[in-house]
């Protein structure tokens, strides 16, 4: 079975480009979500979906960032204007549900790393 | 968000030693909690599921203390392959886990 499938694996890119990452769940999982991570901060949650629809879109860091879930299999998250600081792996993940128990387990993808100039 | 909180190591340890890595968390409800292993350049997996106080998996154990809120995974016997970083996932409120720890990392050495 297919697991977590993320593009592009590798993302170099100046400042003030836009950033578009995409990302295809696993199929039958009804919640998706979106991290980052940083040396510095770790793994942090960026916006997670359930039913494609956003839960909570708090830890997005500005409104440079923008998340979108148009159908069960697909995911973007977009950067834009794309500042230095924003280098980092984006890790998108995905589960059963959000229900509680073995459903709250959550499959990562690959990950892109994102280096921008 | 909630505070949670790892040694960051790393913990360097032989091949064949118990080791304990510890995770504190603020006051919560559920009592879910998931461990992740993350290799090196590589996205972080699953390593155990806890829906009680404890599960063990083999040579690994993880326990759950709610009176002093932290989460615990014990490693016995332990292999070249169990180097890496470990993430904890402790309970979170309205069982939804998604607050990761910054990892301990672990290094087996022969």
């Known amino acids: 079975d297919a697991g977590v499938i993320q593009s592009p694996r590798h993302e170099v890119t100046e400042m003030g480009q836009e950033v578009t990452l995409r990302c295809k769940p696993i199929?039958?999982?009804?919640?998706l979500f979106w991290y980052r991570q940083t040396m510095m901060r770790g793994l942090e949650l960026l916006i997670y979906?359930?039913?494609?629809?956003?839960?909570?879109d708090s830890g997005m860091p500005e409104d440079r960032f923008s998340a979108k879930m148009p159908n069960a299999s697909f995911s973007t998250l977009k950067i834009q204007p794309s500042e230095p600081r924003d280098s980092a792996v984006y890790f998108c993940?995905?589960?059963?549900?959000?229900?509680?128990?073995?459903?709250?387990?959550?499959?990562f993808g690959p990950g892109t790393r994102l280096l921008v100039l | 968000r909630k505070e949670v909180e790892q040694d960051p190591g790393p913990f360097n340890v032989p091949e064949g030693a118990t080791v304990a890595f510890n995770c504190t968390y603020s006051n919560s409800a559920s009592q879910s909690f998931f461990w992740y292993r993350q290799d090196c350049r590589k996205e972080p997996k699953l390593l155990m599921s806890?829906?009680?106080s404890g599960n063990e998996d083999g040579r690994f154990t993880a326990q759950l203390n709610r009176a002093s809120q932290y989460i615990s995974l014990l490693i016995r016997d332990s292999k070249l392959s169990d180097s890496a970083t470990y993430l904890c996932?402790?309970?979170?409120?309205?069982?939804?886990?998604?607050?990761f720890g910054p990892g301990t990392r672990l290094s087996v050495l022969p």
């Open positions: 993940a995905s589960s059963l549900s959000l229900a509680g128990g073995v459903g709250e387990t959550q499959y």
């Open positions: 806890v829906y009680s």
């Open positions: 979906f359930n039913n494609n629809v956003p839960i909570d």
């Open positions: 996932v402790p309970p979170e409120g309205h069982g939804q886990n998604f607050v």
């Open positions: 199929s039958g999982h009804n919640s």
